[in-house]
């Protein structure tokens, strides 16, 4: 599984709903997530919105309709389980906002 995923949706993206989706053993501080011994997890970045028709199928070789929220979400490499916080983050992000979710792995 890819470190890095991307959540494109229609809509802005709610950040703020984000520590219902990571559990009470985890902690969110602002867009990182860090486990119960404070090792940095997941790296959230803010929105972006990609108006350009056209744009996201070029950067990712997917096709979204512009215009779209761009959320970048990237695991940290060590531990292991940081990659299922990130994808368990992007998915609940994609599935509250009607939107998908890229890796590297599913292109």
Known sequence: MSRELIVLTPERPDLTVLPEF??????MVGLYVFDTA???????????LVSVPGET?????T???AP?????IRAAADPPHA????SRCAERLA?????????ASSS
């Open 63 to 65: 096709d979204v309709p």
């Open 57 to 61: 199928e070029r950067l990712l070789d």
């Open 83 to 86: 990659r299922l916080v990130a």
């Open 22 to 27: 990571i559990g009470e053993e985890l902690k």
């Open 38 to 48: 404070d090792h940095l997890l997941v790296r959230i970045r803010e929105p972006m």
């Open 68 to 72: 779209a929220w761009w959320v970048e």
């Open 95 to 103: 599935d509250c906002h009607g939107g998908t979710v890229w890796s």
